[in-house]
């Protein structure tokens, strides 16, 4: 992460490469992570790993309680991203890079901010690339998960 400095907080609506510069930031809305949550996405994705199942093995292992899953907590990011109210105007992820900086528990909430750190046109000019670097914190403000998404957008 390069700590971009944010200059701009974006209001509600769409943003292409043409709107957008290094500084802009998109606040996400929150969502709270459930036990019923975590059980849905072991049964889509096959991860019955015991911190994330059962309480006591968690806690045994120096957990507060169930681990979310670190896949399902980003992908969760995405989705409130695409939930916000200043929308970027992609049209393919190009890729994450994305540390896991601390636990979510059965029970927090998390929120993210995006900050675009770069903006370019695509080789033949008719789309963009950007990246945004990502902060997902809990109801605690610590860092959950930070780094960054490459996107491609509309002009």
């Known amino acids: 992460m390069t700590g971009v400095k944010v200059t701009n907080i974006l209001p509600p ?3 292409g490469l043409d709107a957008l510069k290094p500084g802009d930031m998109i606040e996400t809305p929150s969502r709270q992570i459930s036990d019923d949550d ?3 996405f072991a049964s889509l994705s096959g991860d019955y790993f015991a ?3 059962d309480k006591q093995a968690a806690i045994e292992a120096g957990f507060a309680g169930r681990v979310v899953h670190g896949l399902f907590v980003l992908s969760v990011i ?3 991203k695409n939930q916000s109210a200043a929308q970027l105007d992609a049209i393919a992820s190009l ?3 994305i540390t896991f900086s601390a636990p979510v528990i059965s029970g927090d909430t998390i929120t993210a901010s995006l900050t675009i750190s770069t903006c370019r ?3 033949d000019g008719k789309r963009g690339v950007i990246t945004a670097e990502i902060v997902a914190v809990n109801q605690h403000g610590i860092t959950i998960q ?5 996107l491609m957008v509309n002009r």
Request: glycine share 18%; no cysteine; proline share 4%.
């Open 13 to 15: 609506g769409l943003y």
């Open 51 to 53: 911190i994330h199942m």
């Open 78 to 80: 995405d989705g409130l």
């Open 38 to 40: 975590i059980d849905q």
């Open 121 to 123: 046109p695509t080789s």
């Open 95 to 97: 890729g994450w890079d």
């Open 146 to 150: 930070q780094g960054k998404n490459i």
